[in-house]
C-alpha cells in the first residue's frame, strides 16, 4: 500500500510540476526556448516574465491542473460523479479561467452546459466538421487512472464532457491505462498493449504511437510544430516518448519542458505518468517545495489518495 500511495502521489505531483514548468515555454518554438534559455529551463524562478507568463505566480500550475482538480471534486463514494464534474467545469469557466483552450471555452460557455453537457460537447465537433481533437481533455486525465474500478468507462465519459472526437477518447484511455496499471498493478504496459488500446478508438493513433516508440530523441517529435501543437496525438506522443525513453522523472521534465510547444499540457501529462512510473520520492524536492500553493493542493491529494486506498483495503 505504501508502494501505491508513493505512484498516487507521484503522479499528482508529477501533473502539477510539469504544468507549472512547462507554463516557461509554452507558446514558444526552439530558437525562442533556447534565446530566452540558453542554458535550458529548469527551475520556476527562471521563467520570464512577458505579458503571458506574468499573470501566473512563480511556481504556480495553469488551467491543466486546474481541471484535473475540478475532476478530483468530483470524486464521490469511489467514482466520479459526471453531473459535479460538469458544475465543476462550468464554475471554474464561468470564474478566471487563465490559460483555458479555445476548443473548451466554446463548450463550456454554452448556457445549458451543465444540463446538456454530451449534446453541446457533441456539437461543437459537428460544427469543426469532426476535426477538433485538441489535447484539452488528455491533460487533466491522469487522475481518472488513479481509481480503482471502471477507470476506462469514466475516462471515457469525462473526455467526452468537453472532447468528442474519438482520438481525444483514446489518447486519454490511453494515459489512464498506462497510469492505472503501473499505480495498481506494478505493471508498464507494453508497446503493443497501448498499440491494441488506440486501435479501439481511432487507427490514426497507430501512427503516433509508432512515433514515440521509435524516435530516439524527443526533437523529432516537432512539438513545437505551429500548427498542430494543441493537437491531442502529438501530447499523447510526447508522453509516450517520456514513458519509454525517459530514465529519471526530471530528466523526462526537463527534456519535454525545453522542447517548447504546447509545453505545460505536454508536461502535465507526461511528468503524471512519470510520477506514476517512479513515485513521489523520484521527483526533487525543489520541484515540490517550490509549487506555488503546495499545501492546499497535498490536502487536496492526500484526501483523494485516502478515499482510494480505503476502498481498496475495505475490499
Same mark, same amino acid.
Given at each position: 500500500?505504501?508502494?501505491?500511495?508513493?505512484? /498516487? *502521489?507521484?503522479?499528482?505531483? !508529477?501533473?502539477?510540476? #510539469?504544468?507549472?514548468?512547462? +507554463?516557461?515555454?509554452?507558446?514558444?518554438? $526552439? @530558437?525562442?526556448?533556447?534565446?530566452?534559455?540558453?542554458?535550458?529551463?529548469?527551475?520556476?524562478?527562471?521563467?520570464?516574465?512577458?505579458?503571458?507568463?506574468?499573470?501566473?505566480?512563480?511556481?504556480?500550475?495553469?488551467?491543466?491542473?486546474?481541471? /484535473? *482538480?475540478?475532476?478530483?471534486? !468530483?470524486?464521490?463514494? #469511489?467514482?466520479?460523479?459526471? +453531473?459535479?464534474?460538469?458544475?465543476?467545469? $462550468? @464554475?471554474?469557466?464561468?470564474?478566471?479561467?487563465?490559460?483555458?483552450?479555445?476548443?473548451?471555452?466554446?463548450?463550456?460557455?454554452?448556457?445549458?452546459?451543465?444540463?446538456?453537457?454530451?449534446?453541446?460537447?457533441?456539437?461543437?465537433?459537428?460544427?469543426?466538421?469532426?476535426?477538433?481533437?485538441?489535447?484539452?481533455?488528455?491533460?487533466?486525465?491522469?487522475?481518472?487512472?488513479?481509481?480503482?474500478?471502471?477507470?476506462?468507462?469514466?475516462?471515457?465519459?469525462?473526455?467526452?464532457?468537453?472532447?468528442?472526437?474519438?482520438?481525444?477518447?483514446?489518447?486519454?484511455?490511453?494515459?489512464?491505462?498506462?497510469?492505472?496499471?503501473?499505480?495498481?498493478?506494478?505493471?508498464?504496459?507494453?508497446?503493443?498493449?497501448?498499440?491494441?488500446?488506440?486501435?479501439?478508438?481511432?487507427?490514426?493513433?497507430?501512427?503516433?504511437?509508432?512515433?514515440?516508440?521509435?524516435?530516439?530523441?524527443?526533437?523529432?517529435?516537432?512539438?513545437?510544430?505551429?500548427?498542430?501543437?494543441?493537437?491531442?496525438?502529438?501530447?499523447?506522443?510526447?508522453?509516450?516518448?517520456?514513458?519509454?525513453?525517459?530514465?529519471?522523472?526530471?530528466?523526462?521534465?526537463?527534456?519535454?519542458?525545453?522542447?517548447?510547444?504546447?509545453?505545460?499540457?505536454?508536461?502535465?501529462?507526461?511528468?503524471?505518468?512519470?510520477?506514476?512510473?517512479?513515485?513521489?520520492?523520484?521527483?526533487?524536492?525543489?520541484?515540490?517545495?517550490?509549487?506555488?500553493?503546495?499545501?492546499?493542493?497535498?490536502?487536496?491529494?492526500?484526501?483523494?489518495?485516502?478515499?482510494?486506498?480505503?476502498?481498496?483495503?475495505?475490499?
Amino acid at each position: 500500500m505504501n508502494a501505491i500511495k508513493d505512484k /498516487m *502521489l507521484g503522479c499528482f505531483y !508529477g501533473q502539477a510540476v #510539469g504544468d507549472a514548468l512547462g +507554463l516557461g515555454t509554452e507558446f514558444l518554438n $526552439k @530558437d525562442e526556448v533556447h534565446k530566452h534559455y540558453p542554458n535550458g529551463l529548469s527551475r520556476y524562478e527562471n521563467i520570464i516574465q512577458d505579458a503571458h507568463r506574468r499573470r501566473w505566480h512563480k511556481g504556480a500550475w495553469t488551467d491543466d491542473t486546474d481541471m /484535473m *482538480l475540478c475532476i478530483l471534486n !468530483g470524486f464521490d463514494n #469511489g467514482k466520479f460523479d459526471i +453531473l459535479q464534474v460538469a458544475k465543476n467545469f $462550468k @464554475d471554474w469557466a464561468d470564474g478566471e479561467p487563465m490559460g483555458i483552450g479555445a476548443h473548451t471555452f466554446k463548450v463550456l460557455a454554452m448556457g445549458d452546459y451543465v444540463e446538456k453537457h454530451d449534446e453541446c460537447s457533441r456539437l461543437w465537433w459537428e460544427l469543426s466538421r469532426r476535426q477538433s481533437a485538441a489535447n484539452g481533455a488528455l491533460m487533466r486525465t491522469s487522475i481518472v487512472g488513479l481509481v480503482q474500478n471502471n477507470f476506462i468507462e469514466q475516462t471515457e465519459d469525462i473526455c467526452r464532457l468537453t472532447h468528442y472526437d474519438p482520438r481525444c477518447i483514446g489518447s486519454c484511455v490511453i494515459a489512464t491505462s498506462i497510469i492505472h496499471n503501473l499505480v495498481w498493478n506494478d505493471k508498464p504496459l507494453s508497446y503493443e498493449e497501448i498499440k491494441n488500446i488506440g486501435s479501439k478508438y481511432d487507427v490514426r493513433l497507430e501512427e503516433w504511437i509508432d512515433l514515440a516508440y521509435k524516435r530516439k530523441y524527443i526533437s523529432e517529435l516537432d512539438l513545437d510544430e505551429t500548427h498542430s501543437i494543441g493537437y491531442t496525438l502529438r501530447t499523447l506522443a510526447a508522453a509516450l516518448w517520456c514513458y519509454w525513453h525517459a530514465n529519471s522523472f526530471e530528466s523526462g521534465l526537463l527534456a519535454v519542458v525545453n522542447e517548447g510547444g504546447d509545453a505545460d499540457t505536454n508536461a502535465a501529462i507526461s511528468c503524471a505518468i512519470l510520477g506514476a512510473k517512479y513515485g513521489y520520492n523520484a521527483i526533487p524536492e525543489y520541484y515540490i517545495k517550490s509549487l506555488y500553493k503546495e499545501r492546499e493542493y497535498r490536502h487536496k491529494v492526500d484526501n483523494f489518495i485516502s478515499f482510494a486506498t480505503n476502498e481498496k483495503n475495505s475490499n
